[in-house]
Structure formats: structure tokens, C-alpha cells
């Protein structure tokens, strides 16, 4: 039988092109390459034009970019001028160093970016693109003016860690994340879902054979995500962060949300989707794109009005 996920992609990729969407290769730095989904146009400066508006989508760990916010890209491509990274060992990007940290991860992004010609962005970050993102914001505040981001924290650190793990019932994030067979890629889905829909075991075998790529690399990706305790400190974000979260997740759950509001303050808005889990912007997603276009209405306005005041 023929993957279907081999025959889906280059559907995917097709439609994408449809919307005014396209792939491009861009070369970070020697030795390291990302692929972009990216608009068809270059940005051009032009005030009050929501198409002039960047948004950056990051994925997490379970799929490459496109992958993931397949239907928010549908949703958004032709309004705003959306980009969606392959994370480095994701997706065919790559690189020869040997770091591994959210802190190269977010070097190469904001400069991929830079490179395709974007000053300032919204970033949506989902679970391992929300670290991402978190620590982009951090490095690059001039390039990050807010943040919309789903079942992440601002680092994982080993209290985080060790608890979610036992709430999923795993001794490791390489367990869980990069399963070695069809039943654990079924278990990846079950836990990251409010509830999982009848799939046929051929879905998930086809899903194992072409979606865990460089799993050396992928494991020291997870190897350097944990940090301890001590080593973290609340950074001060400048930005404005808009959370949105599955009411079911229970990988980081309503207290690990609850515990990032308090950190981020005032900054912060929280907005629960119901019947979602981990994986909310795939397990509902015509709810999570309407709460995600009002929350980038709202930035655009504030937006507009701050530019025209200055």
C-alpha cells in the first residue's frame, strides 16, 4: 500500500500554493538550512494593510510546520502574511552544529526571517514552538512584537518536566515524542487529544514511517529542553501574550497555565477551548482559528492605533 502521507503531502503543499503560499530554502548560515512556507509576495511597507501584517507559526514536536498549522494557514493566507519554519531537524531543514538548544532554534528562525525580509511579526507557537517562541521573544524583542501561544511554557524546566511526565505516564520526552512502533505512535496521539477518533492502524503505521526523521538529533533536541530549576529566571517580556489553551490538555495542564499567567502578568490573556487537548489547534480547529483571528484583529488594532499616534 502507498503511505498516505506520501500522497498527502504533495496534495497539502498544492493547496497551499492555491492560497498564495510556497516553500523557499533559505540558507541561515553555512552549514545551516530551513525550510519556509512563505507568501507568494514579498513584504512591502504600506501603512494600515493587514496584508502587510507578519505572522509566524512554530510548530511543536509531533510534525513539521505546515503539517501542523495546515488549517490555520487555509484560514489566514490571504489576509495576513504568514510564514511557517520547519524547525531545524524537522521538515528537511538541517543544520552541521552541533547545538540543540530553543536558544539556537530561535537564532534560526529570527534569522531566516530577517533574511525574507520581515522587520516585525505575531508569533503562534504551539507546545515546543511556543518555548521557541518564548525564548525568540526574549533574543529579539525588535523582531517579536506579540505572542499567541497554545500548551507551552516559557522553558521546561526539570519540576515542569518530571511532572508532566508522570501525568502521561513516561520516564522520558524521547518515550513519548519519538514512539518506535505503531501502538506508540497511537498512545502519542491518545494522550495529546481530548479524545481520539477510530483511526486505522495502517494511519498510524504510515504516520511512523515518514514523520521521525533524524531521531539522534530529535532525542538531543529533548536532551537539551530540559533545564533545571535554578538555571531558570522569569525573563521580562515586553510583549503582549495571548494564551490559548485545550481545557483537556494534560500534558501541560490548567495549573501549568494558570502558573504562566501569573508569571507573565498583565500581559497576559487566557482563553480555554473546551473538548481540546494538547494538539487543540488540530482537534478543533474552526473554534481555534475564530479565537485566533480575533485575537490577531485585536493586536492589529492596537497595532494601527500605536503607529498612528506616534
Not at 507568501?39 to 505546515?66: L, M, R, Y
Not at 531558570?232 to 490548567?254: A, Y
Not at 482537534?283 to 493586536?299: D, F, G, Q, S, W
Request: glycine residues 6%; hydrophobic residues 40%; proline residues 5%.
Amino acid at each position: 500500500m502507498v503511505n498516505i502521507f506520501a500522497v498527502y503531502k504533495p496534495l497539502l503543499h498544492w493547496v497551499m500554493k492555491l492560497v498564495g503560499m510556497r516553500p523557499q530554502r533559505v540558507e541561515i548560515e553555512p552549514g545551516t538550512i530551513m525550510n519556509f512556507w512563505v507568501p507568494n509576495e514579498t513584504p512591502k511597507k504600506s501603512k494600515n494593510s493587514n496584508n502587510n501584517k507578519a505572522v509566524v507559526f512554530i510548530h511543536g514536536f509531533a510534525d513539521d510546520g505546515i503539517i501542523t498549522w495546515q488549517s490555520q494557514v487555509l484560514a489566514l493566507a490571504r489576509k495576513y502574511k504568514v510564514y511557517v519554519p520547519d524547525l531545524v531537524f524537522f521538515g528537511g531543514s538541517i543544520t552541521d552544529r552541533s547545538e540543540r538548544s530553543p536558544a539556537f532554534q530561535a537564532e534560526c528562525v529570527a534569522k531566516g526571517l530577517k533574511k525574507l525580509g520581515v522587520e516585525r511579526c505575531t508569533l503562534v507557537g504551539l507546545s515546543y514552538g511556543g518555548m521557541i517562541g518564548f525564548k525568540m521573544a526574549e533574543m529579539y524583542p525588535d523582531l517579536v512584537e506579540s505572542m499567541v501561544l497554545s500548551c507551552s511554557v516559557m522553558a521546561l524546566t526539570k519540576s515542569i518536566s518530571d511532572a508532566a511526565l508522570e501525568r502521561i505516564g513516561f520516564k522520558s520526552w524521547s518515550d513519548y515524542l519519538l514512539p518506535d512502533s505503531v501502538q506508540g505512535v497511537k498512545i502519542l496521539f491518545d494522550i495529546a487529544t481530548f479524545k481520539l477518533p477510530r483511526i486505522p492502524n495502517f494511519i498510524y503505521k504510515h504516520h511512523l514511517e515518514v514523520m521521525f526523521d533524524n531521531r539522534k538529533e530529535r532525542e538531543e533536541l529533548l536532551e537539551a529542553l530540559v533545564i533545571d530549576d535554578k538555571d531558570f529566571t522569569i525573563p521580562s517580556h515586553p510583549q503582549r501574550v495571548h494564551l490559548l489553551w485545550g481545557e483537556n490538555d494534560i500534558i501541560f495542564n490548567m495549573e501549568v497555565v494558570n502558573n504562566l499567567k501569573r508569571q507573565l502578568g498583565d500581559r497576559a490573556t487566557l482563553q480555554y477551548i473546551e473538548k481540546a487537548g494538547h494538539l487543540v489547534e488540530a482537534e478543533r480547529p474552526c473554534v481555534y482559528n475564530k479565537h485566533l483571528k480575533e485575537i490577531l484583529a485585536t493586536l492589529l488594532e492596537d497595532g494601527d492605533q500605536t503607529q498612528r499616534s506616534l
